[in-house]
């Protein structure tokens, strides 16, 4: 595959708004590092701003993240205020605290889908999250969601305690009438040391599983996932609708609750503040994004691959290991380092 110009949007599809540094669970996973709310987060009148440039800057997906984001005492109201903008609003929930009437807000706000984090059977979901007892209640969450008729969807984040449960999970979650599985993965930033990490040859073997259980069980639940390396396995993946690999700076962009617009809610490298610039000047003229976007800028074995400008690695796994997003990324199967000396070429799945 040669290098070629990707097609690269003027403003981000989908952002994530991390309302609140705020959570009261401890995730062993969590890239927020999230725990306490801080003293500065966006006010009321500033996140409903925020919406404003987003909507005016034509970003019409955001996903409300954390954080958990339902302890945030105005999330109703600027969930509010966004949908009236025009834009598509989902919520990101552990699912501790969400009752009927908590669904029901959330509906009458206009949120568009509800996602509940799973991270695999019970006694490993409540040792990651480090809450006995919270894959009971995220369990009711989604039962109470599903019932409600809102899109609901459960997240599962792979790592060194759950990687083996990916099926697990799937079967669960269908059982549940949930509507969409989201594969996530473990990025070394925030709480996710790299103890938690996989070797290549494992995510390779995750991703694998992955898209096998997706084509056998497609017509059961809808599947998604942010796994740029995807197209390692299957080219043609390549070929998908807006597929742009890495979409860090690109096709997605994160708001902290501080009002700092950064490249991915996976890479914390702060590109400006909202209380500083206007989301659209941060977006055209930060340099952080600028180089993102620019591939031949990536440095290492992600800078000379072959499928640099369809997969691009994960940024945020790069700046995890090194502390810079434009270096190699160290979990790419393709690095030579990784194989000792093995064919490195593609496989299929």
């Given at each position: 595959m040669s290098h070629r110009p990707r097609f690269v949007p003027e403003f981000p599809y989908h952002v994530v708004w991390l309302a609140t540094n705020g959570c009261n669970a401890r995730c062993v996973h969590c890239s927020s590092d999230a725990a306490k709310p801080w003293p500065d987060e966006l006010s009321t009148a500033e996140a409903k701003e925020m919406f404003d440039q987003l909507a005016a800057a034509g970003v019409f997906d955001v996903a409300v993240s954390g954080g958990e984001p339902l302890t945030r005492r105005d999330i109703f109201e600027v969930i509010e205020h966004a949908s009236a903008q025009g834009i598509r609003i989902g919520v990101g929930s552990n699912g501790s605290t969400i009752t009927p009437a908590t669904v029901n807000r959330l509906r009458d706000c206009g949120v568009d889908r509800l996602q509940i984090s799973i991270d695999g059977i019970e006694a490993t979901h409540d040792r990651a999250r480090r809450w006995p007892g919270l894959y009971r209640r995220a369990a009711t969450a989604?039962?109470?969601?599903?019932?409600?008729?809102?899109?609901?969807?459960?997240?599962?984040?792979?790592?060194?305690?759950?990687?083996?449960?990916?099926?697990?999970?799937?079967?669960?979650?269908?059982?549940?009438?949930?509507?969409?599985?989201?594969?996530?993965?473990?990025?070394?930033?925030?709480?996710?040391?790299?103890?938690?990490?996989?070797?290549?040859?494992?995510?390779?073997?995750?991703?694998?599983?992955?898209?096998?259980?997706?084509?056998k069980r497609a017509s059961e639940i809808e599947f998604s996932t942010h796994l740029a390396q995807l197209v390692l396995l299957d080219e043609k993946l390549d070929c998908g609708a807006g597929f742009i690999g890495c979409q860090a700076g690109i096709g997605q962009g994160c708001i902290d609750a501080r009002g700092n617009?950064?490249?991915?809610?996976?890479?914390?490298v702060i590109a400006g503040n909202l209380r500083e610039h206007e989301f659209e000047t941060i977006w055209r003229s930060s340099p952080v994004l600028a180089a993102l976007r620019d591939r031949s800028r990536l440095k290492g074995v992600c800078g000379t691959c072959s499928f640099r400008d369809a997969c691009g690695g994960c940024r945020g796994v790069a700046f995890g290991y090194t502390g810079d997003y434009l270096e190699t990324d160290p979990r790419c199967w393709l690095v030579p380092k990784n194989h000792e000396g093995e064919c490195h070429e593609r496989r299929s799945a």
């Open positions: 989604i039962a109470t969601s599903v019932a409600a008729g809102i899109h609901t969807h459960v997240c599962f984040t792979a790592h060194r305690l759950n990687w083996t449960e990916i099926e697990d999970v799937i079967e669960v979650a269908i059982g549940w009438g949930v509507r969409r599985f989201n594969l996530s993965r473990l990025v070394p930033v925030g709480r996710g040391d790299q103890t938690l990490d996989l070797t290549p040859g494992e995510w390779r073997e995750v991703m694998v599983q992955f898209e096998c259980i997706r084509r617009v950064l490249p991915c809610v996976m890479l914390p």
